[in-house]
């Protein structure tokens, strides 16, 4: 049995509150956000969620976790879980 050196990814909606990660990866989204039906994948890209970004987890919402808060540079956006789930990150 031996240790394999692969980062563990998880995804944005799995990260505890307080911890930071860096964005890997941003999946794709069949949903579309307001009237405008902006992809919320690109969406996220924009507010600045992109591959090799550092991100914090700052606090979750109760119950069900929703929506959480997480800080991107010197922004803090609220995300609900689905749109967490999109961005897959690797924990520090």
């Not at 799995?14 to 990866?25: D, Y």
């Not at 902006?38 to 969406?43: G, I, L, P, T, W």
């Not at 992109?50 to 959480?68: A, F, Y």
């Amino acid at each position: 049995r031996h240790m394999t050196l692969a980062p563990t990814l998880t995804t944005l909606d799995a990260l505890a509150a307080g911890k930071s990660a860096t964005v890997i990866h941003l999946a794709p989204s069949d949903r579309r956000d307001g009237d405008g039906g902006v992809d919320v994948s690109r969406r996220l890209m924009e507010l600045g969620f992109v591959p090799g970004e550092r991100i914090r987890m700052l606090k979750r919402g109760v119950p069900g976790g929703d929506p959480v808060a997480v800080k991107v540079g010197q922004s803090t956006f609220a995300l609900r879980r689905y749109e967490a789930a999109l961005i897959s990150i690797q924990p520090e």
